[in-house]
């Protein structure tokens, strides 16, 4: 798997693009990177397909230092640089101070920082011409988000491979939607990439409803093989007749009681 590892990213990468229409003639690309293994591995997957892409586009890889305590940001700098790019953003905003001084659960910390960090991202898009921002969420986070509203919100709804912002200006796409969270890891060995700390504080607590749903479905993969693609294409596949039509549930409405 190793061995093939490269050109499996390069191939799933493509299919997506080409399967959801997430780059067209003239786009240009924020490429939100933070120094992960899934950001810096679509950000060079991204550099190499642009050099055969059938299409003309730009990519502006940015970094976010979000003020975790520890953070190198330089190292992301750097890797900006040995991609070739001459034009890039390093931005920083102590988004860790605000979310610290609001929330103490773990699960509230993560929603609000998203939310922030989005926010954020949409506006350096705005301001430096790019139509479109590329995020590296993988088929994992799209599953785990599933399950997450699935099981705490009570709704039907996941990570969508491209769509439009709320401010309607911004397309979020999501190159690595057909790839799973090892095959990223393994990639970013096998390409050196040079991986760093998030320096977020709560990152993989074991007692976060995320981790825990992570670890669920990773005991089903070893119990039913390829069963995270089943579910995966599960989500395009949806028949509404054999769902509850749309009604308003009260929040804490009971609605199995025993007899």
Do not use: W
Not at 39 to 46: A, H, N
Not at 189 to 200: A, E, R, S, T, Y
Not at 215 to 227: Q, V
Request: proline residues 3%.
């Amino acid at each position: 798997m190793i061995s093939n590892t490269s050109n499996l990213v390069r191939k799933r990468t493509g299919r997506a693009i080409r399967d959801f229409n997430l780059i067209e003639e003239g786009d240009v690309i924020l490429a939100a990177v933070s120094g992960g293994k899934d950001s810096l591995s679509m950000l060079r997957v991204l550099t190499i397909l642009k050099k055969k892409a059938p299409v003309k586009f730009k990519i502006i890889p940015v970094n976010l230092d979000q003020g975790f305590p520890g953070y190198r940001s330089d190292i992301v700098e750097k890797f900006f640089i040995s991609e070739g790019y001459t034009e890039y953003i390093m931005e920083r905003f102590d988004i860790y101070s605000i979310v610290s001084s609001k929330t103490e659960n773990g699960d509230m910390f993560c929603a609000l920082c998203s939310r922030l960090r989005r926010g954020i991202l949409y506006s350096l898009a705005i301001k430096h011409g790019c139509n479109k921002l590329a995020l590296g969420h993988h088929m994992d986070d799209v599953l785990v988000t599933f399950f997450l509203n699935l099981f705490f919100e009570g709704r039907l709804k996941a990570m969508s491979p491209k769509f439009l912002a709320d401010n309607g200006k911004v397309t979020v796409i999501r190159p690595l939607v057909y790839l799973k969270e090892e095959e990223l890891a393994i990639y970013a060995k096998v390409q050196n990439l040079p991986v760093i700390c998030c320096g977020c504080p709560v990152c993989g607590k074991r007692d976060m409803k995320r981790e825990r749903i992570k670890k669920l479905l990773l005991s089903l993969e070893r119990e039913y093989p390829g069963i995270r693609n089943v579910i995966f294409r599960s989500l395009s596949r949806v028949d509404k007749r054999f769902l509850l039509p749309d009604v308003v549930f009260e929040k804490k409405e009971v609605l199995f009681t025993e007899s």
